[in-house]
């Protein structure tokens, strides 16, 4: 059974490809109309991370944003807790 594992969380996914392939469609196009109560943002990356069970493209695209966004978010956290500004 395919899963995606989500920080320490392994979330199941359903057998098909074809399941896969609407269930991530679904999320990206409930995505889109993120401005609605129920429905968000949040879904479009959620259903980026069901498609790219079953393609290539977009799990090397998933890799590469994940270690750019990592090591932006590393070099910012090192630049504002290195300096104060008041060093003797």
Do not use: H, Q
Not at 29 to 54: E, H, K, N, R, T
């Amino acid at each position: 059974m395919p899963t995606v594992r989500v920080w320490k969380y392994n979330i199941g996914l359903p057998r098909t490809r074809a399941a896969r392939t609407a269930m991530g469609g679904g999320l990206i196009a409930g995505g889109f109309l993120g401005f609605l109560p129920i429905l968000g943002f949040w879904m479009v990356p959620a259903g980026l991370l069901v498609l790219a069970v079953d393609s290539a493209g977009i799990r090397r695209w998933n890799r590469k944003t994940t270690v750019t966004v990592l090591r932006r978010w590393n070099n910012w956290r090192r630049r504002s807790s290195g300096s104060t500004g008041a060093e003797t």
